[in-house]
T-cell receptor, first 115, second 110 residues
Framework: EAGVAQSPRYKIIEKRQSVAFWCNPI?????LYWYQQILGQGPKLLIQ????????DSQLPKDRFSAERLKGVDSTLKIQPAKLEDSAVYLC?????????????FGPGTRLTVT | GQQVMQIPQYQHVQEGEDFTTYCNSS?????IQWYKQRPGGHPVFLIQ?????EVKKQKRLTFQFGEAKKNSSLHITATQTTDVGTYFC??????????FGKGTRLSVIA
């Protein structure tokens, strides 16, 4: 079974530039998550999708972050414009169901550096 | 929102010593999951606890869920260098999304 795929693995941009990350979940997983992990911290949920609908985006900074999962499969997360404090690893995860009782499978992450 | 505290933040042990990390919540939890993240890696699911007082074992790892379902522990017996990494608990109450703790970083000195 293929795991969660993410690209790019690394990205360096200057502040005020824009960036996009891509995620392809495990086949058949209805729920997709985007997390932000700042160095030394636990993953922080940015947005959760169930198929192509948003379940929770309460911690997504909507003035600069956006995400979509148009066909209910792969997803993109965009930051525009980026700030220095956005430097972090962006993790995508997927699970069979949306309840917190399902284990989550994480991708390798995208390490973003904003200079 | 849901908050969870993990202690200690760091733990350095000699190989062969035991290790324990604790996860505490101020509210009653529906379930708790434990993940391990190796240096430079991504979180990997270890186990889920659902029942009050539940104890589960995976080889040298023992996981416990408190009777009041507000805390949990992960105990590793006779640590090995392969145990190095950060251990996260992730909790939820009802249908809320999982909330991850800040993790406990384990270093094992050979």
């Amino acid at each position: 079974e293929a795991g969660v795929a993410q690209s790019p693995r690394y990205k360096i941009i200057e502040k005020r530039q824009s960036v996009a990350f891509w995620c392809n979940p495990i086949s058949g997983h209805a729920t997709l998550y985007w997390y932000q992990q700042i160095l030394g911290q636990g993953p922080k949920l940015l947005i959760q999708f169930q198929n192509n609908g948003v379940v929770d985006d309460s911690q997504l900074p909507k003035d600069r972050f956006s995400a979509e999962r148009l066909k209910g499969v792969d997803s993109t997360l965009k930051i525009q414009p980026a700030k220095l404090e956005d430097s972090a690893v962006y993790l995508c995860a997927s699970s069979w169901g949306q309840l917190g009782t399902y284990e989550q499978y994480f991708g390798p992450g995208t390490r973003l550096t904003v200079t | 929102g849901q908050q969870v505290m993990q202690i200690p933040q760091y733990q350095h042990v000699q190989e062969g010593e035991d290790f324990t990390t604790y996860c505490n919540s101020s509210t009653t939890l529906s379930n708790i999951q434990w993940y391990k993240q190796r240096p430079g890696g991504h979180p990997v699911f270890l186990i889920q606890l659902v029942k009050s007082g539940e104890v589960k074992k995976q080889k040298r790892l023992t996981f416990q869920f408190g009777e009041a379902k507000k805390n949990s522990s992960l105990h590793i017996t006779a640590t090995q260098t392969t145990d190095v990494g950060t251990y996260f608990c992730a909790v939820n109450s009802g249908n809320t999304p999982l909330v991850f703790g800040k993790g406990t970083r384990l270093s094992v000195i050979a």
